[in-house]
């Protein structure tokens, strides 16, 4: 069995009152593809944020490969391998394509620069069906297109974990299939990839184990088959009067 990549243990954040990641523990070995599910609300953003190092725990744990990270700036976090795409794209719009790409380059565990940087970014903007398209201005580029240069952009930190916050919402059928075939290539490439998604054929496609959260609250983790049949899963997502 491959080592733990990542830890997370007893992590809490609390908005004022709110808890709204509330003492979730898991761990996610290297390699992993998993998939980090809840309804609307279930803290799953804000776990990710505490693992990306955007928000620091009210209290618990968070190791990367054994050392702590919970705690450490976004850009230490980044440098220590943890890369990440936004629910909403973060990208620079006042750059091209590959500019954007080229900036995340600066952030890998060995940095790149110049020419090497370059040619990097301009091999990742094609394996995310954006060659030819290098000198684009993301302003003038359409959402879908934004979501994979901000793809790009973490690829090009050279991360052990990618962090995917609904990557795949919004694309159209066709769409989708290539995204999914691409996540799943990224993580044979031995990636490991946690992936927070509300597209189940997705899920049920590229996870192995999902890990499920509601109210802040874990309340599965185990093969993506057996959790998405669960009943408190099902009651989860579906209300206590549906359910
Ligand atoms: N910065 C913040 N300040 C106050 N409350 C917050 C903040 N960020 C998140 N929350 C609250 O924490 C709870 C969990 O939010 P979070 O975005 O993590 O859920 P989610 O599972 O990612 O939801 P969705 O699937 O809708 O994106 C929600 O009640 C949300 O309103």
Known sequence: ???????????????????????????VREGELIGLIGPNGSGKTTMLNLISGALGPTSGEIKLAGCRISGLPTEMVARAGIARTFQLVRVL???????????GAVF?????????????????????????????????????????????????ADPQLLLLDEWLAGLNPSELLIGINLVRDINREGRTIIMVEHVMDAIRTLCGRCVVMNSGVKIADGAAAAVLADPDVIRAYLGDDDA
Do not use: C
């Open 108 to 156: 890998a565990r060995n940095r790149l620069w110049g020419p090497r940087a370059h040619d990097f970014a301009r091999e990742l903007l094609g394996r995310v069906g954006l060659m030819g398209r290098e000198n684009s201005p993301v302003s003038a580029m359409t959402y879908i297109d934004q979501k994979r240069v901000e793809l790009a952009r973490a690829l090009a």
């Open 93 to 103: 719009p006042s750059m091209t394509a590959i500019e954007n790409v080229m900036a």
């Open 1 to 27: 069995m491959s080592a733990t990549l990542i830890s997370v243990s007893q992590a809490r954040k609390a908005f004022g009152g709110l808890i709204a990641v509330n003492d979730v523990s898991f761990e």
